[in-house]
């Protein structure tokens, strides 16, 4: 074994399928992208190579900086919600009869494909025979909003079933993060007199701090990324009023035919992206990991 | 440090041949193969699978088993896709220069980019060998750019508004011959608690479909065309006052509850269900009123349909549609059996029109004999219709430039959602009109 792993020919050879895969699937379409990015194309006919025009027009452009705030939007929604995911593993961890079960039942939607979800939820919202608003009425309330048609909820109706869509997730991920703390530190606390608020917030978020972050730079980089629920749902409508970064780039590019405006588009969400990621990180990398 | 060096040597080498072997694929293949007698294989990319489709899929098979017994040297073969997919992958296609021999597009604003990028081929040397007089006048127009025509329309439509007889004759109403009365039989219905018009504006052409009757009835068939193709301008006062009017239509809530957030199914089963009146739509929808069996005959024999009414002092004309051709045929420009390609487009085309409206109750853009077929009624009273059509206009968003059409689809939404004024709406058309020429 050592032999070999002291042959640099055979690490290469070993290496070098999924290298090849990663750089010509991942890297080269990148590259590729950040080119496109600098012409102006439609897809089909000549490249014109215009520098950085795309993305002069880029910073002037409204709808995308429109798209960028609902992005955002979405992003610290999500991290907010982690907190109830986290509250939720919480007491599902601790010795509650039927947890297993429900456990189940959360990671239900996330089984489920986005285009189902999005079909159900559209089944939800509808504004006269779905079943949101026919239960505001049997409560006696007479103007039910339209829900995917009223420019000033429409996202937030979206919000909903996207953390709805990935709680099961992140609930998951927290609660086996909370059953590996060894039961012997938790036993310790209960002796020393801790009640079982002082447990949660003193020993055992503590002790699962490291994946707390990763849910962290999860949710908000899958926040800025997001595509399919809008895409399914509204399509960005009305007039723009749900259009996300990720959804905002596909219109250009395959809306309007648009491939280097669109490129730009990916471009910087890419960059964005990267941006929050190295931010999080940066800001959440001063306290060393927490052990007992 | 060398050997280092020699691997990423030898990672580089093959990852460049990687690259190089993806891009090159296309090249090989023998230059012609069309003598007469040898084998030749033409491929035809459509988009009616078997499974969303049947009617269409068989007449397609039906034309091609006859084609290669009159043909026996040629193989056709299909690639089928779904609607979306099909445009998806013809645009990659494309983009490497592998479209399928014959293929399918759709007119103006969508073919134009291709026949830019030197990829159709012009069919009028088999237009003018006698195909030319089948079809209905002006449709292989929209498929022609600089005089030259890339393409020919499998498929014509024109917009009707459908209603519901027995809820008219409920409330003792008449289809409307002026919009005056148009918006009399509104106000009724929404008195009586009936939503008049069905609409799913998430799919934004469906509202541009209103708009531009609006349009075409106030300002004459030609103001909107020529506002599109930069011949006028669309800050014209009849552009304006049509955009009024759609206001004015939301206001009297002409519409369906929640219209904007609705596509355009949710919609349909609405005026299905007899929940809404009436519903602006393509003449697509005949067979769902008609033959279709799933849907139960006492609703299909309700249905009736009405002109766009006309409007009191406006210039338009009650026989002028919004509509246009469907799908057409294309042929490759790089094709290796161009020859072959054109005499399967042109026996498609014929054999096409003969049989889809009768079996799959699809209207082809050539010419049909109502005599000598037996078809619903209201099938016959469309088709007359089409033969009086005094013009047809193009759908708006198939007339305009991909972007241009984005820009007018989004202005429609907020128009009806009353977050644009009538003027900022023709003044944003403007800006991005002229901008994208």
Redesign the interface.
């Known amino acids: 074994m050592n032999n070999m792993m002291s042959d640099?020919?055979v690490?290469?050879l070993y290496i070098?399928p999924p290298?090849?895969l990663i750089?010509?699937l991942i890297y080269?379409p990148i590259i590729m992208t950040g080119y496109y990015s600098l012409t102006q194309w439609?897809?089909?006919?000549?490249m014109k190579f215009i520098g950085l025009d795309n993305y002069k027009e880029l910073i002037k452009d409204g709808m995308f900086w429109k798209s960028v705030y609902h992005s955002f939007l979405l992003a610290v929604f999500s991290v907010i919600s982690l907190l109830g995911y986290l509250a939720v593993s919480l007491v599902l961890s601790g010795k509650v009869k039927g947890a297993n079960l429900l456990r189940k039942i959360y990671l239900i939607p996330m089984l489920l494909s986005s285009v189902a979800i999005g079909q159900l939820w559209?089944r939800i919202?509808?504004?006269?025979n779905g079943m949101l608003n026919y239960f505001l009425s049997f409560l006696g309330i007479e103007n039910p909003p339209?829900?995917?048609?009223?420019?000033s909820i429409?996202l937030y109706a979206i919000f909903i079933p996207i953390i709805w869509q990935y709680a099961g997730f992140y609930i998951l991920i927290y609660y086996a993060a909370l059953k590996s703390i060894p039961p012997s530190i938790i036993e310790a606390a209960i002796i020393d007199g801790a009640n079982p608020l002082q447990l949660a917030y003193k020993i055992k978020v503590p002790l699962i701090s490291g994946v707390i972050k990763v849910t962290i730079v999860l949710a908000v980089v899958g926040s800025l990324k997001y595509f399919d629920l809008i895409y399914v749902m509204?399509?960005g409508?009305?007039?723009?009023a749900s259009e996300v970064m990720a959804s905002y780039m596909y219109?250009k590019a395959?809306?309007?035919?648009?491939f280097g405006y669109g490129s730009t588009v990916a471009f910087s969400l890419l960059f964005i992206c990267m941006i929050v990621t190295w931010l999080i990180r940066k800001l959440t990398n001063s306290s060393e990991e927490v052990q007992y | 440090m060398s050997k280092k060096a020699y691997s990423l040597f030898c990672v580089m080498v093959i990852a460049f041949a990687l690259v190089l072997t993806g891009c090159s694929s296309s090249t090989n293949g023998n230059p012609s193969s069309s003598e007469s007698g040898k084998k030749v294989t033409i491929t035809f990319m459509h988009l009616w699978p078997a499974g969303s489709s049947k009617q269409q899929n068989m007449i397609v098979n039906e034309i091609i088993k006859e084609f290669e017994k009159q043909n026996p040297n040629v193989t056709v073969k299909q690639e089928v896709l779904e609607n979306e997919q099909y445009k998806n992958k013809l645009k990659i296609l494309a983009s490497s220069n592998e479209l399928p021999d014959v293929g399918m597009t759709w007119a103006a604003g969508f073919l134009e980019p291709y026949v830019k990028g030197n990829l159709f081929a012009p069919l009028d040397d088999i237009l003018n060998s006698g195909l030319k007089d089948k079809f209905v006048s002006g449709t292989t127009e929209a498929y022609a750019v600089n005089n030259k025509t890339y393409a020919l329309p499998l498929e014509l439509n024109i917009t009707p508004i459908y209603y519901n007889k027995k809820i008219f004759s409920k409330y003792h109403l008449e289809p409307p011959q002026t919009y005056e009365d148009f918006k009399n039989i509104v106000q009724t219905l929404v008195k009586n608690g009936v939503a008049p018009i069905a609409l799913g504006n998430k799919d934004r052409w469906t509202g541009s479909l209103w708009y531009m009757y609006l349009a075409d009835r106030i300002g004459g068939a030609d103001t909107l065309k020529n506002a599109i193709n930069r011949k006028g301008s669309f800050e014209d006062p009849s552009l304006i006052k049509a955009a009024e009017e759609v206001q004015k239509l939301v206001k009297m809530k002409a519409f369906i509850k929640g219209f904007n957030g609705l596509s355009n199914d949710e919609a349909k089963s609405e005026f299905m269900n007899e929940k809404a009146a009436m519903y602006l739509m393509g003449t697509w929808e005949l067979p769902n009123f008609t033959t279709n069996e799933e849907v139960p005959k006492e609703f299909r024999d309700k249905v009736g349909f009405f002109k766009f009414p006309v409007v009191d002092g406006g210039k338009g004309d009650v026989n002028s549609w919004v509509g246009g051709p469907g799908v057409g045929l294309f042929v490759s420009e790089n094709s290796k059996v161009k020859k072959e390609a054109k005499e399967f487009v042109k026996f498609f085309i014929e054999k096409w029109g003969e049989q889809s409206v009768t079996k799959a109750g699809v209207i082809p853009a050539t010419k049909v004999d109502t005599a000598n077929i037996h078809l619903p009624q209201l099938y016959i009273d469309v088709l007359s219709e089409l033969n009086k059509a005094s013009n047809i206009t193009l759908f708006a968003d198939v007339q305009m430039n991909p972007e241009a059409a984005q820009t007018h689809l989004n202005l429609i939404q907020s128009l009806f959602g009353e977050e644009v004024t009538p003027k900022d709406f023709v003044k944003q058309h403007e800006e991005v009109l002229a901008k994208t020429q």
Do not use: E, M
């Not at chain 1, 919202?125 to 006269?128: F, K, L, M, V, W």
């Open positions: 640099k020919k690490i290469a070098l290298l090849l750089v010509a080269i439609d897809g089909i006919g000549q559209l919202y509808h504004p006269s339209n829900w995917l048609a009223d420019p429409v509204t399509d409508g009305p007039n723009g219109h395959f809306r309007s035919f648009n």
